[in-house]
C-alpha cells in the first residue's frame, strides 16, 4: 500500500501488516524499490522480528518521476497502475501542452490513460472543448464530467479497470473526482483543505482505496504533479498525429522546419495539424532529452539491473513458495 524508509505497509490474507524492507530489497536502484501497487512475497514474522519483504513481483506498468537532484535515478511513484485518469478543468483556461505531457507520462507507464474533462457546469461551451481536447488526445478516451451534476460519472465508472490513478493540476478537480468513485468522502478536497489548514498527511490515509465497482483507487502524494522522466514511447503515443506524418518526411532525421519534403509541415499547411501542438511536441521532446541526458547511462544500466533484479527476485519468490508447500 505505501512504503518509506525501509518499512511499508501491506494487504495480506491476514489484514494489513507492516514489514521491513531491508537494504539489499533495492539493489542500490531507487527505480526497483518497492512502492506503492507492488506485489511483494512477504517473509512471515518470527519471535523478535515482524515479516520482511522477500521479493518483488515485476511490474506491468510504473509511473516514474525523473528526481531534482543530479545523482539521482528516475524514482516510481506507482507501481501497476491499469487506467490513469488524467483530468483538465473545463472551469479554467485550456493548457493543452501541459495535459499532453500528462498523456504522454501516462502512455509511457504503460497503462490506458482516460482524460476526464471536470467541472462541466462551469463551462459555458462544453462541445467545442471537447472536440479541441479530442484533437489534443488522439487514441485516448475523452469523457465530460462534473460532481455537481454527476454527468459522465456511470460511463466513467464503466470504463475505469483494475488500478486507478488520477493524474492533474492542483484544483482541477481530482479529490472530488475519486470521492465520487469511492461513494464516500476518503480524500480531502480543496474547500476541506482551506477550512482545516492541515491538508491529508494529518489523516491516516490509505493509498490504496478499494472502489466499490471492484478495482482500487492509488492515491500517493507526489504522483499529482510529475515531470517526464525518459518518456520516448510515451511521446510516440501522444503525439500519434504528428508521427504518422513524420513518416513520410523525405529525410528520416527531419526536424519538421523548412526541411524540403517535409509532410508534417506540410499536414499543418493543410490544416491538418495545429502548429501549436507540433511546438509542443518538440518542447516536451528536448525536456524529454534533459531529463534522459541527466541520467542515460546509469539509468539504462540500472533499468538492465531492474530487469535482471526482477527475474532473480521471481525465481526467488518461486524458490520461496516451493519451500511453503
Ligand atoms: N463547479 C464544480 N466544482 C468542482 C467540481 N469538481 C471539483 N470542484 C471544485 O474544485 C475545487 C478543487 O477540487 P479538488 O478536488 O480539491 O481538486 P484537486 O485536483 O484534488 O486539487 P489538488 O489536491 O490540489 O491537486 C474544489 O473547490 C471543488 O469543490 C465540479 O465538477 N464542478
Ligand atoms: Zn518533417
Known amino acids: 500500500m505505501r512504503a518509506e524508509r525501509g518499512l511499508c505497509e501491506a494487504v495480506t490474507d491476514a489484514g494489513i501488516v507492516r514489514a521491513e524492507i531491508p537494504g539489499t530489497a533495492d539493489q542500490g536502484d531507487p527505480l526497483s524499490a518497492p512502492c506503492t501497487g507492488d506485489w511483494a512475497a512477504l517473509r512471515p514474522a518470527t519471535p523478535g522480528r515482524g515479516p520482511v519483504v522477500h521479493a518483488v513481483t515485476a511490474r506491468r506498468t ?3 518521476r525523473s528526481t ?4 539521482s535515478h528516475g524514482h516510481v511513484l506507482a507501481a501497476n497502475v491499469d487506467t490513469v485518469v488524467v483530468t483538465v478543468s473545463l472551469a479554467a483556461a485550456l493548457k493543452h501542452g501541459r495535459t499532453e505531457r500528462m498523456l504522454a507520462l501516462a502512455w509511457e507507464s504503460g497503462a490506458r490513460p482516460v482524460l476526464v474533462l471536470t467541472k462541466a457546469d462551469r463551462c459555458a461551451d462544453v462541445q467545442s ?3 479541441e481536447l479530442a484533437e489534443v488526445a488522439p487514441g485516448t478516451d475523452v ?3 462534473s460532481a455537481v451534476t454527476g454527468q459522465g460519472l456511470d460511463t466513467l465508472t464503466a470504463v475505469l479497470d483494475g488500478t486507478v490513478a488520477l493524474l492533474g493540476p492542483s484544483g482541477a478537480g481530482k479529490s472530488t473526482l475519486g470521492n465520487r468513485l469511492l461513494g464516500e468522502d476518503r480524500l480531502a478536497t480543496g474547500a476541506i483543505r482551506e477550512t482545516d489548514g492541515k491538508g491529508r498527511h494529518t489523516t491516516a490515509w490509505r493509498e ?11 492515491d500517493t502524494p507526489g504522483l499529482r504533479a510529475i515531470g517526464l522522466h525518459d518518456a520516448q514511447d510515451g511521446l510516440e503515443q501522444t503525439f500519434a498525429d504528428i508521427e504518422r506524418h513524420a513518416q513520410d ?4 532525421d527531419c526536424a519538421h522546419g523548412r526541411e524540403p519534403g517535409c509532410a508534417v509541415m506540410a499536414a499543418i499547411e493543410a490544416g491538418e495539424i495545429p502548429q501549436r501542438r507540433l511546438d509542443s511536441h518538440q518542447r516536451l521532446l528536448r525536456e524529454n532529452a534533459y531529463a534522459a541526458s541527466r541520467t542515460d547511462a546509469r539509468l539504462r544500466t540500472g533499468r538492465e539491473a531492474v530487469r535482471k533484479g526482477i527475474a532473480q527476485n521471481l525465481r526467488a ?3 520461496f513458495r516451493e519451500r511453503q508447500s
Open 249 to 252: 518526411c523525405r529525410f528520416t
Open 68 to 71: 531534482a537532484s543530479r545523482s
Open 62 to 64: 510504473a509511473l516514474v
Open 143 to 145: 469523457l465530460v464530467t
Open 317 to 319: 519468490t518461486y524458490r
Open 208 to 218: 490504496l482505496l478499494p472502489l466499490p465497482g471492484g478495482g482500487v483507487l492509488l
Open 129 to 131: 472543448a471537447e472536440a
